[in-house]
């Protein structure tokens, strides 16, 4: 139902309709909250409603990967697979909002682009697209980490007379490659998925790959009768496992470290994450040191690479394959595919390197690097986000004394424990920069915001305090952690999304708090149990 002659003064209004704006919607209402989620998508979903592209799915389990909040939901959702691809995420998240009656809070289509904090009446008022204005107590941006792609702007594109497409905007009747020759410009994480289903429709694929990353075999399977027997009895224990891992995943992690076991030991271990039931992360947890010491990551970087040579048959695309030693094994997010490296032998597929023959532009029959054109029916853009900062900056948000969230953040996000910005009262981020967020299980992070934040609006709300503010100095003191931890590791290191690499002009900031989801955790609790530490409520 569209929600546009319902109330408008509100006590929470939420905008984004993904995991985290739904699960918001839910839990406001539990604590007796009017609330509103506003949407700029036709539906529900978030990055599942957008990332509608061929192999399209999550690299965290389905069964960790899914709301924890609701035993009942747990018990009676099944997912098919291991990692289950889009559609069925979809399916689930729009079983969700039906389950709980969410729909009739929410507004489809429609886009927030101003919210403007009042400080005389201590309350936010946004703004539409659709000319409309909503005013709330408290707002809450659940706008996304990865919802504003990096539109492309090649020079030439508006001449191409082929179609071109954006993995993050794609169309819902989806795109027929057979008999054509298609373009994929990145092999991130969306390119690695879509390249092997794409190789097998069309006549011929051209893979543009600038910067090689490391991808890991999914190992997907089908989720039998028996696995989801077992899962569901078990189902309680698996989520106390994961809330206590380090990234909120449920994967066996060998707490020692790469440099303490002998070659053979080292080798045994990798090449079990690698073919091992589950694969994915868990080469990542394969020994503790990985991401924090050179030689343990040049190791896993050689077990990757040898792995990589073995697969690829022509040895001049396996090297180009092979991610060069600047890049740190999972310093860029790491990519888990099915087929990837494989699609390379293939007689219809060309890898083209575009470092060193840069895309100068598209013409109207493909594409024109510095040293050969392509022609081309399809160009698809896997060229990723303005990640963690771009949804929320592409809202003109005004807060106290009518300073922008872009004027403060002009050298890169700042956030009380990632929930909260100094002088921006009473909103709330989800997700957002400056928690584990990215480098978690999303959905588990998401659902510790909400009930740290509907914790925190009851509090204010019981005490009857209608102002809610973190102070400066806690924010600088968190942002000045965040970093420091960050530098104990390799992570700042690798020009990635991370750090805002991928952006041209973009500060570049470590933005995920990388300490942990277990200790994150601890220090939300005790900030709240010290009465909301950092915050002022007045
Ligand atoms: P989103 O799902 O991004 O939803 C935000 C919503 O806000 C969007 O629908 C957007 O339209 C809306 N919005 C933004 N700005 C405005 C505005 N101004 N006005 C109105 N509406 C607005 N994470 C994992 O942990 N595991 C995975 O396996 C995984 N797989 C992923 C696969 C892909 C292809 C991508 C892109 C990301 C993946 N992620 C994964 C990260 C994923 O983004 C999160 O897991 C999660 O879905 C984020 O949910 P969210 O509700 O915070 O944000
Ligand atoms: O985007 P990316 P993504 N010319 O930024 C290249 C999540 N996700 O959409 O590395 C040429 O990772 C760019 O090259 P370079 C996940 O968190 C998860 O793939 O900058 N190339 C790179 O190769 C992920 O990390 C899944 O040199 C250009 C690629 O485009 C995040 O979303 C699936 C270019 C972009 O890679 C983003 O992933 C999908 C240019 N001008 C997404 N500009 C799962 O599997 C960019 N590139 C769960």
Redesign the pocket.
Known sequence: MNASNQQKSLDVVI????????YQLHRARKAGLTARV????ED????????R?PG?????ESLD?SFSFDKELEQEWTWSER?AT?PEILRYIRHVAERFDLRRDIQFR????RAVFDERAKRWTLE??AGESFDAQFCV????????AQAPNFKGLHSFAGTWYH??DWPKQGVDFAGKRVGVIGTG??GV?MIPLIAEQADHLTVFQRTANFSVPAQNEPLDDEAVRHAKAHYRERRARAREANNGLYLEAVDKSALEVSEEERLREFEFRWRGAGGGFRMLRAFNDLLVNEKANEYVSDFVRSKIRAIVRDPKVAELLCPKKELRFGTKRLC?DSGYYETFNRPNVTLVDVKAAPIEEVTPRGLRTSAQVYELDILVFATG?DAMTG??R??DIRGVGGVTLGERWQHGPRTYLGVSCAGFPNMFI??GPGSPS?L???????EEHVDWVTRLIQHARETKRAYVACDLEAENEWVHHVNEVADRTLYPRGNSWYVGANIPGKPRIFMPYVGGVPAYRKILNEVADAGYRGFVLS
């Open positions: 905008v984004g309709a993904g995991f985290a704006g739904l506003i949407e700029a998508g529900v979903g978030g990055t599942w409603y957008w990332n592209y399209a799915r999550c690299d965290v990967y990692y889009q429609t886009r927030v682009t539409t697209d941006m659940a706008t996304g980490c990865l919802s504003i993995s993050a994480s969306s998925q888990v986000f949804a929320l592409a809202i989800i997700a990215v978690s299980n999303v959905v588990h992070s998401i």
